[in-house]
């Protein structure tokens, strides 16, 4: 079974923070994207990242894709109150997706 | 990308009981999926809804609890029969677009909250 292990699980912090989240596994992934969830809706893709050691922007948030291609992770810096979800990676392996156990952050105005 | 819409949105149900949970996207799309998620939780594949042919159901799902139809490359439904409240949860409709270069990105629908009695 392919894991794809997100820490931390929870993420608690205050308005303007930076914070990072990791997703790892000892599979090696073809692509991995990254989902942000809010409550009562579905996942909404943010990123998606092929190439081992990539890092795509999306204004305060930067994604980088280990150069192995088994682990990922988020950064977002000066954390806003938009930002509160529940962040999801998940890895495509031979054209099976598997998700992240997920992050849920909450950052506090 | 792609526009997923799903009805119904939330649902209250008796044990013993049927849904049909209906899943429309705004353009013709190679793969569907079904998913299930607990709030706050990650997302389990129940199965990939395949056109014209019986969906293919993951491990721990069967046809019989959860039959899927897919007459076209637009929409889907999936039933959760025979309901007890473990079925409570979110059930959550994805595509895969046509020409998407990258595989693995999925577009979601907005989910469907059913809560079991």
């Known amino acids: 079974t392919q894991l794809l292990e997100q820490s931390p699980q929870f993420l608690s912090i205050q308005e303007g923070e930076n914070l990072t989240v990791y997703c790892n596994s000892s599979s090696v992934f073809s692509s991995l994207q990254w989902y942000r969830q809010e409550p009562g809706e579905g996942p909404v893709l943010l990123v998606t990242?092929?190439?081992?050691?990539e890092v795509k922007k999306l204004k305060r948030l930067t994604f980088q894709f280990g150069d192995a291609r088994k682990d990922s992770s988020l950064h977002i810096t000066a954390a806003q109150p938009g930002d509160t979800g529940l962040y999801l990676c998940?890895?495509?392996?031979?054209?099976?997706?598997?998700f992240g156990t997920g992050t849920k952050l909450q950052v506090i105005p | 990308s792609a526009v997923i819409s799903q009805k119904p949105s939330r649902d209250i149900c008796q044990r013993g009981t049927s849904l049909t949970i209906q899943c429309q996207v705004d353009?013709?799309?190679?793969?569907m999926f079904w998913y299930r998620q607990q709030p706050g939780q990650s997302l389990t594949l129940i199965a990939t809804a395949n056109q014209g042919s019986e969906a293919t159901y993951e491990s721990g799902f069967v046809i019989d609890k959860f039959p899927i139809s897919r007459p076209n490359l637009t929409f889907s439904t999936l039933t959760v029969s025979n309901m007890s409240p473990e079925d409570s949860s979110i059930y959550l409709c994805s595509v895969e677009v046509i020409g998407d270069r990258v595989s693995g990105t999925q577009y979601f629908g907005p989910g469907t909250r059913l809560l079991v009695l």
């Open positions: 998940a890895g495509d392996r031979y054209q099976k997706v598997t």
């Open positions: 353009s013709q799309v190679t793969m």
């Open positions: 990242v092929v190439t081992g050691g």
